[in-house]
């Protein structure tokens, strides 16, 4: 079984900085995808940031240039880095990691979610 942990939310003042941390600990396929989405009250979850264990990275058109992903392989961990945070980042965000596996002539997708860590932007 997978376990992910997330810590680092909290409240901070618009245009504050916050980082998010989660350890994955378990069964971890190394060719993973490990990622944050976030699902704000009445709202549907959506991804924020992702990275590749390649290092490649894809990021929420509203996040750009302030949100930063980072990883550590050799640790199963994942981090986020907000920067410039304003209302509308206020949300629960979850920790992610996924692979898939192809044995014989079926794929399957493991997919893994931490508990969430709540982040309020506010004044």
């Known amino acids: 079984q997978v376990q992910l942990v997330e810590s680092g939310g909290g409240l901070v003042q618009p245009g504050g900085s916050l980082r998010l941390s989660c350890a994955a600990s378990?069964?971890?396929?190394?060719?993973?995808?490990m990622g944050w989405y976030r699902q704000a009250p009445g709202k549907e979850r959506e991804l924020v940031a992702s990275?590749?264990?390649?290092?490649?990275?894809n990021y929420a058109d509203s996040v750009k240039g302030r949100f930063t992903v980072s990883r550590d392989n050799a640790k199963n961990t994942v981090s986020l880095q907000m920067n410039s945070l304003n209302p509308e980042d206020t949300a629960l965000y979850y920790c992610?990691?996924?692979?898939?596996?192809?044995?014989?002539?079926?794929?399957?997708?493991?997919?893994?979610w931490g508990q969430g860590t709540q982040v309020t932007v506010s004044s």
């Open positions: 992610n990691v996924r692979w898939f596996k192809v044995l014989f002539s079926s794929t399957r997708l493991y997919d893994y």
């Open positions: 378990g069964n971890i396929f190394s060719n993973n995808v």
């Open positions: 990275i590749t264990s390649g290092g490649s990275t």
